[in-house]
C-alpha cells in the first residue's frame, strides 16, 4: 500500500509543467531583447566609429587639397560682353568651392594641376547631406573661366562676386563625408594690419583667401591655411 502511494506521488504535475512553461518562455524573452539591444548598440558604435574615421580622412584629404592650391587667372567673357576678362580664380561660397590644386586624391602630390570642386548636396534618401569632390584636368585659364556664369555685387559691402555654374556630381566624384547634418565653408579675410580678422560666407573676387574653415554637421572643424605657391600654367 506504502508503495503504491510512493509511485503515485512520482513525476510532475499539470500545474508544475505549465509554470515551467511560463518561467523559460519569460526567460527566453529577456534572453532576446538582452541581445538584441546589445547587436543595436554594437551596431550604432561599429558606425559611429566608420563615420569619426572616414570623417577624419577627410580633414586630411582636405587639408591636402588646400596646402596645393596654386593661384591661377581664369579668362572668360561675361554676358553681354565680347572682350576676354581675366581674373585670379577662386570660386568661396557657402556650400561650393573652386579651385586649383596639385594635389589629387587619384594622384597623390606628384599629380598634375586639376581644378577641384567641392560641394555640398543632399542625400538621395533626405538624411542630410553629404560632402563631394570632382577632380577636373586642368586645361589652361580658358577651361577655368568656362565655370564662370557671371559677375554680381553686394549692394551692402559694394563687393565683387562671380556667379559659378552649379557643381554637378557624376559617376567619378568622391564622396569624402557622408551623413552630415550640415556643411559649411568659411573663408578668412585678416584686412588691414590694424582690422581685425573676419570669416566670411562667401569669398570676393580678385585676391585668395588666407584660410579655409569647413565645418562638418556642426561639431567637427577643419581650418586650413592656404600657402601661396608658383602660379600654375597650362
Known sequence: MTRRR???RRGVTLLELLVAMV???LLSTGVFWALRLGLSTL?????HVADTRRAWGAERALESLLAGLTPTVAEFMLPGTAQVQGAPFFQGDPQAMR???RYSLSGGARSAPRMMELAVIP??????VRLVLNEIPFAGPRGL???VAGRSVDPLTNL???DFRPIVAGPQTFVLADRLTDCRFWYLDRGPFDQPEVWRPRWPTGVLPRAVRIEMGGQRRLTASIQV???ARP
Open 145 to 147: 573661366g568656362l565655370t
Open 6 to 8: 510512493a509511485n503515485s
Open 229 to 231: 605657391s608658383e602660379l
Open 99 to 101: 579651385f586649383l590644386s
Open 23 to 25: 518561467l523559460f518562455s
Open 43 to 47: 551596431g550604432r558604435t561599429r558606425d
Open 160 to 162: 565683387s562676386f562671380f
Open 123 to 128: 542625400r538621395d534618401d533626405r538624411g542630410g
